[in-house]
């Protein structure tokens, strides 16, 4: 067979002179055929101008780009078909033909300083270009979107073993996120509230957040406001036509972690009585301490999923308990392991008395600190409706006498989270059992807490009872801090090759562009065109589909960066190969995808 015949490929439309295949057809026939086997086998470190090394990728390490690692191969199976990489910057120009195959070694300076290294961040967008050769070595503001790989101190992530780990996040932070993207789609059957309105005020699609008891003196829902689309949750205190009072100015600037915000304040008519309505931040997902940990889920088990203990008088909270019961319940608590660790008891007072110094501090008081009034989302804990009892008792003027009750209230509730009930009456069987189960500083705190004498107490004065655990508290947090930047990290990843995806595909097989039905296929389209067949449609030795997540992050980070990297394109009868740096190939890609952009704008 005539070796040229090798040589005879033609795009179906032809090629354009400025295509670099054009060039590599038209060189081609000065030099002597060989076959692409015998051509391939002729490539080497000697015949390459830019010393080319040959590097098979094995598994993905996520690696900084710009200073090239080499990667050895653990297993040939796991090797692309064809990678070049980690060469050197050259600033020439350069093509040479190797036995019937031209190879190109553009390496022009300008295709990293022009805008082809704009950052993919935008789609479309034409944001200045950043400055300098990408090379080894070489510093450039791109490297700051480059992924540079799980930090050390992050440690290795257990979930999910091996390359899964570099690709997915922790079930952990994931079912937390999809609990709070679910909430906010979670909508109530609205023919049960025939009567909720349309409207109120600037806030729309009124979902209530519990069921409205018919005589409830107040009512809370989860609405969406009509301008921004932002999530509020509204507080509707049922025929309460009063004048908001001063201290409602002074909760709206109340800013704390531990605190949900009150945003505004209103009086409608749109339930169809003079209702006042507080407006607060929305949190999706939140749970009261109520039904976390102090409530029995009334199926006969002595716990349920979260350990909550099951209360037989569930269905009359308000049902007087002999003590024997109380005792016996709290007993119970400790027999089937329901009594919460201490560490997370602190980390809920830790909070908790960070929102009261911030209320108290601020001149206000809480009053409405009981577990239903305390909601959690994660780890958080944060007081909720603050402001409500300031509305329905404007003329309660005695703040610090306020305070003192929100102490105490605050004592209560951590008895009752200790002991895992709220039914705590008799205090000396209740303190009994935090002394046996938890620590003396525990048990003094919650006494403190409760204690009737007259002395005036202030939540400063519980810092020396949580000591060190504060430390503790921050550290954890610091903790939660590092894995959710890490997660952003890899997200951010994630949106930038999603981004030159979507370039890619805008790009490929277009049918036409300007009534040019040869646009995708033609020019530099074309190298893009056998770089996506490179990318997705690689087989192995014996024609196996050869799918390597690892490898196509890799190359589509390559791309992104426009690196000086080559990669060998072969064309699809595969008689033709293209040797080119993703730096050609991001110009091209950005070139081809700005024409789309400028054909897609509307005219003048
Ligand atoms: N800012 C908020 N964002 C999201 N959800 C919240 C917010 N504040 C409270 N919630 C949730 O709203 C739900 C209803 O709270 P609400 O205090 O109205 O219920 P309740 O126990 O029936 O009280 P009440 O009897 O006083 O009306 C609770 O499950 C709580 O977790």
């Given at each position: 067979?005539?070796?040229?015949?090798?040589?005879?490929?033609?795009?179906?439309?032809?090629?354009?002179?400025?295509?670099?295949?054009?060039?590599?057809?038209?060189?081609?026939?000065?030099?002597?055929?060989?076959?692409?086997?015998?051509?391939?086998?002729?490539?080497?470190?000697?015949?390459?101008?830019?010393?080319?090394?040959?590097?098979?990728?094995?598994?993905?390490?996520?690696?900084?780009?710009?200073?090239?690692?080499?990667?050895?191969?653990?297993?040939?199976?796991?090797?692309?078909?064809?990678?070049?990489?980690?060469?050197?910057?050259?600033?020439?120009?350069?093509?040479?033909?190797?036995?019937?195959?031209?190879?190109?070694?553009?390496?022009?300076?300008?295709?990293?300083?022009?805008?082809?290294?704009?950052?993919?961040?935008?789609?479309?967008?034409?944001?200045?270009?950043?400055?300098?050769?990408?090379?080894?070595?070489?510093?450039?503001?791109?490297?700051?979107?480059?992924?540079?790989?799980?930090?050390?101190?992050?440690?290795?992530?257990?979930?999910?073993?091996?390359?899964?780990?570099?690709?997915?996040?922790?079930?952990?932070?994931?079912?937390?996120?999809?609990?709070?993207?679910?909430?906010?789609?979670?909508?109530?059957?609205?023919?049960?509230?025939?009567?909720?309105?349309?409207?109120?005020?600037?806030?729309?699609?009124?979902?209530?957040?519990?069921?409205?008891?018919?005589?409830?003196?107040?009512?809370?829902?989860?609405?969406?406001?009509?301008?921004?689309?932002?999530?509020?949750?509204?507080?509707?205190?049922?025929?309460?036509?009063?004048?908001?009072?001063?201290?409602?100015?002074?909760?709206?600037?109340?800013?704390?972690?531990?605190?949900?915000?009150?945003?505004?304040?209103?009086?409608?008519?749109?339930?169809?009585?003079?209702?006042?309505?507080?407006?607060?931040?929305?949190?999706?997902?939140?749970?009261?301490?109520?039904?976390?940990?102090?409530?029995?889920?009334?199926?006969?088990?002595?716990?349920?999923?979260?350990?909550?203990?099951?209360?037989?008088?569930?269905?009359?909270?308000?049902?007087?308990?002999?003590?024997?019961?109380?005792?016996?319940?709290?007993?119970?608590?400790?027999?089937?392991?329901?009594?919460?660790?201490?560490?997370?008891?602190?980390?809920?007072?830790?909070?908790?008395?960070?929102?009261?110094?911030?209320?108290?501090?601020?001149?206000?008081?809480?009053?409405?600190?009981?577990?239903?009034?305390?909601?959690?989302?994660?780890?958080?804990?944060?007081?909720?409706?603050?402001?409500?009892?300031?509305?329905?008792?404007?003329?309660?003027?005695?703040?610090?006498?306020?305070?003192?009750?929100?102490?105490?209230?605050?004592?209560?509730?951590?008895?009752?989270?200790?002991?895992?009930?709220?039914?705590?009456?008799?205090?000396?069987?209740?303190?009994?059992?935090?002394?046996?189960?938890?620590?003396?500083?525990?048990?003094?705190?919650?006494?403190?807490?409760?204690?009737?004498?007259?002395?005036?107490?202030?939540?400063?004065d519980l810092m020396p009872m949580i000591g060190a655990r504060f430390y503790t508290q921050v550290?954890?947090?610091?903790?939660?801090?590092?894995?959710?930047?890490?997660?952003?990290?890899?997200?951010?990843?994630?949106?930038?090759?999603?981004?030159?995806?979507?370039?890619?595909?805008?790009?490929?097989?277009?049918?036409?562009?300007?009534?040019?039905?040869?646009?995708?296929?033609?020019?530099?389209?074309?190298?893009?065109?056998?770089?996506?067949?490179?990318?997705?449609?690689?087989?192995?030795?014996?024609?196996?589909?050869?799918?390597?997540?690892?490898?196509?992050?890799?190359?589509?980070?390559?791309?992104?960066?426009?690196?000086?990297?080559?990669?060998?394109?072969?064309?699809?009868?595969?008689?033709?190969?293209?040797?080119?740096?993703?730096?050609?190939?991001?110009?091209?890609?950005?070139?081809?995808?700005?024409?789309?952009?400028?054909?897609?704008?509307?005219?003048?």
């Amino acid at each position: 067979m005539d070796p040229s015949i090798f040589l005879q490929y033609s795009p179906p439309n032809g090629l354009p002179q400025e295509s670099k295949l054009a060039t590599y057809m038209n060189r081609s026939t000065s030099t002597p055929t060989r076959t692409l086997n015998q051509a391939l086998g002729k490539l080497s470190l000697e015949s390459s101008p830019t010393a080319i090394k040959k590097v098979l990728l094995s598994e993905f390490v996520p690696v900084n780009y710009f200073s090239p690692t080499n990667i050895l191969p653990e297993s040939p199976e796991s090797s692309p078909p064809s990678t070049l990489a980690g060469i050197p910057t050259n600033t020439q120009v350069h093509q040479e033909n190797v036995g019937g195959t031209t190879y190109f070694y553009s390496t022009n300076d300008s295709l990293n300083t022009s805008g082809a290294l704009n950052s993919s961040a935008s789609i479309g967008g034409s944001e200045s270009c950043l400055g300098g050769s990408v090379g080894p070595g070489t510093a450039s503001a791109y490297a700051s979107q480059m992924y540079s790989g799980t930090p050390t101190h992050m440690g290795p992530m257990a979930s999910k073993p091996g390359l899964a780990a570099t690709f997915y996040m922790p079930e952990t932070i994931r079912a937390e996120i999809y609990q709070r993207n679910e909430d906010v789609f979670l909508h109530a059957d609205l023919r049960q509230f025939p009567d909720l309105p349309e409207n109120v005020e600037m806030y729309s699609e009124l979902t209530p957040l519990e069921g409205i008891a018919p005589h409830s003196m107040s009512s809370s829902f989860r609405v969406v406001h009509r301008q921004t689309g932002e999530h509020y949750a509204l507080r509707r205190l049922h025929a309460y036509a009063s004048v908001a009072s001063k201290r409602i100015d002074m909760w709206k600037q109340i800013d704390h972690p531990n605190v949900i915000r009150l945003l505004e304040c209103f009086t409608t008519k749109a339930f169809g009585d003079h209702s006042m309505v507080l407006v607060y931040e929305y949190h999706p997902a939140c749970v009261t301490l109520m039904n976390k940990y102090l409530s029995g889920t009334g199926n006969g088990n002595a716990s349920d999923s979260n350990g909550a203990f099951h209360d037989p008088f569930s269905s009359d909270p308000d049902a007087p308990r002999p003590y024997t019961h109380q005792k016996n319940a709290m007993l119970r608590a400790v027999a089937c392991g329901a009594l919460l660790p201490e560490a997370v008891l602190w980390s809920l007072l830790v909070q908790l008395t960070a929102a009261l110094r911030a209320i108290h501090t601020a001149g206000l008081a809480c009053r409405t600190l009981d577990p239903t009034k305390v909601v959690m989302n994660g780890c958080r804990v944060r007081i909720a409706w603050c402001g409500t009892a300031d509305i329905v008792h404007p003329n309660t003027n005695d703040v610090a006498q306020a305070q003192q009750d929100d102490l105490t209230a605050l004592g209560r509730l951590a008895l009752a989270l200790a002991c895992r009930t709220i039914h705590c009456d008799n205090l000396a069987a209740s303190m009994e059992l935090v002394a046996r189960t938890y620590s003396a500083d525990l048990k003094n705190l919650i006494l403190y807490l409760l204690s009737t004498s007259t002395a005036r107490r202030s939540v400063t004065d519980l810092m020396p009872m949580i000591g060190a655990r504060f430390y503790t508290q921050v550290e954890a947090l610091e903790r939660r801090a590092d894995v959710f930047e890490e997660q952003l990290a890899r997200e951010i990843d994630n949106g930038r090759l999603l981004r030159i995806l979507v370039k890619l595909g805008v790009v490929n097989e277009r049918p036409e562009l300007n009534l040019d039905a040869s646009w995708s296929e033609t020019g530099d389209r074309y190298m893009l065109k056998l770089f996506r067949d490179y990318l997705f449609h690689s087989v192995s030795a014996d024609g196996r589909p050869w799918l390597d997540q690892a490898h196509l992050a890799h190359c589509l980070n390559q791309l992104d960066g426009g690196t000086n990297a080559k990669v060998e394109l072969m064309s699809r009868d595969e008689q033709s190969v293209l040797v080119v740096s993703y730096a050609e190939l991001k110009h091209c890609l950005e070139q081809a995808f700005d024409e789309v952009m400028q054909a897609a704008s509307p005219g003048p």
